[in-house]
Every structure is written in C-alpha cells, then in structure tokens.
C-alpha cells in the first residue's frame, strides 16, 4: 500500500495481509483509491466502497508509465498512487456482483469447450497409431466413431476399443455440458448469443 496526501507527500508505505485490509480502510476518512484492475479487484472496489472511499480501477497499460523502478509489490503500489493522482482517465468500470456472475458461465463454458478440443485430439491421435483416420471437425467425429468402434475390432485392441469408448462417452459427456451452458448464456439477462462449437 502506498498512500499520500493532498500534495503528493507519502504519508504511508505498507504491507498489509488481506484480513487487515478492510479494517484499516474503515478507520480512514473517505479517500480516493487506485487499483490495478485484475481478478479479484472488482469484489475489493465494491467493499472499499461500501466504506465510503471513491475507488479507482486502472488497467495496466495505465499504471506502466509511473513505474520507474523494477517491478515489485512496493514499486507498482507507487505507481498506481502517481497514476491515481493525475487528472482521471480512462477507469476500468467497476462490475457488480451481478455482472460478474454472469462471466462466470462463459468462462466455465470456455474451459470445457477446450477440454473436448483435447478429447477429440487425443481420440483421434489414439486412432491414427492403429493407422485409423477421421478427418478433422468434430461433427464428423461423433459421426464416424460409432462405426469405427464396431468395423475396426479385428484392427483394434480389446483394451483401446475399451479407452476409445470411454473417450467417446466423455465427448458426450462434455458436449452435454457446453448445451447447458448455452442455456444458461440465453437464460441470463443481456447476454449475447453463444457462439456454434
């Protein structure tokens, strides 16, 4: 933490453990509070407010030019009181609890969609070491595999038949998941429409 008064002098310089942080703010007189606009500074802005500060959130491009010195905790709290100080600029605006629920179901949906991108890889990948191709798109995979499982068990293994089906099963599994959280995505209040996967 790096604070300073009305004139640019320092009149703090601290490190303080996240269960203090609140408590010391709440002693303070209302102020105005710079912030670094990462993960968890929405939920902080939102409570520091709460306590009567008028609260900042700068993203780093922003912050960058005040820094003179290599980066560290200390020297980029520095840097965000000179940032916080100057005339505003442009703020991150600060998102509601609301607001941020709802990027919880894209990011989820996001995670999920790359873990069947590596099912279907690893499927394919598993399938081309017993000289079995599927060309590439995962329509045509879905569309292909249950064949191939039943054709190809002279070419393949009881066992890979037996990891093959379980990967199968997943892809199902996951394809289930990302329509949910389409659903979801439609269901929320002024959410744009998910994207084909």
Same mark, same amino acid.
């Given at each position: 933490?790096?604070?300073?008064?009305?004139?640019? /002098?320092? $009149?703090?310089?601290?490190?303080?453990?996240?269960?203090? $942080?609140?408590?010391?703010f709440a002693q303070l007189p209302a102020c105005r509070i710079?912030?670094?606009?990462?993960?968890? &500074?929405?939920?902080?802005?939102?409570e520091l407010q709460k306590l009567g500060h008028e609260v900042?959130?700068?993203? *780093?491009? @922003?912050?960058?030019? %005040?820094?003179? /010195?290599?980066?560290?905790?200390?020297?980029?709290?520095?840097? @965000?009181?000179?940032?916080?100080?100057?005339?505003?600029?442009?703020?991150?605006?600060?998102?509601? *609890?609301?607001?941020?629920?709802?990027?919880?179901?894209?990011?989820?949906?996001?995670?999920?969609?790359?873990?069947?991108?590596? *099912?279907?890889?690893?499927?394919?990948?598993?399938?081309?070491? %017993?000289?079995?191709?599927?060309?590439?798109g995962l329509s045509r995979l879905r569309r292909e595999l249950?064949?191939?499982?039943?054709?190809?068990?002279?070419?393949?293994?009881?066992? &890979?038949?037996? $990891?093959?089906?379980?990967?199968?099963?997943? @892809?199902?599994?996951?394809?289930?998941?990302?329509?949910?959280? &389409?659903? /979801?995505?439609?269901?929320?209040?002024?959410? &744009?429409?998910?994207?084909?996967?």
């Amino acid at each position: 933490m790096h604070g300073g008064d009305e004139h640019g /002098k320092v $009149v703090i310089r601290k490190q303080w453990s996240r269960s203090k $942080v609140l408590a010391y703010f709440a002693q303070l007189p209302a102020c105005r509070i710079g912030m670094e606009a990462c993960g968890s &500074a929405h939920y902080w802005g939102r409570e520091l407010q709460k306590l009567g500060h008028e609260v900042r959130l700068m993203a *780093v491009q @922003l912050i960058k030019p %005040y820094r003179t /010195k290599p980066k560290n905790d200390r020297h980029e709290a520095e840097a @965000l009181g000179e940032a916080v100080s100057r005339p505003p600029r442009r703020v991150v605006p600060m998102k509601t *609890v609301a607001q941020q629920a709802g990027r919880t179901v894209p990011r989820a949906r996001e995670l999920v969609v790359s873990e069947r991108t590596a *099912v279907a890889t690893q499927l394919r990948g598993l399938l081309l070491e %017993y000289g079995i191709t599927i060309a590439a798109g995962l329509s045509r995979l879905r569309r292909e595999l249950p064949t191939l499982l039943t054709t190809t068990k002279a070419v393949l293994p009881l066992l &890979a038949r037996t $990891v093959v089906s379980e990967l199968q099963t997943r @892809l199902q599994e996951l394809d289930e998941r990302i329509t949910g959280h &389409a659903g /979801k995505l439609l269901s929320w209040p002024n959410r &744009a429409r998910p994207r084909s996967d």
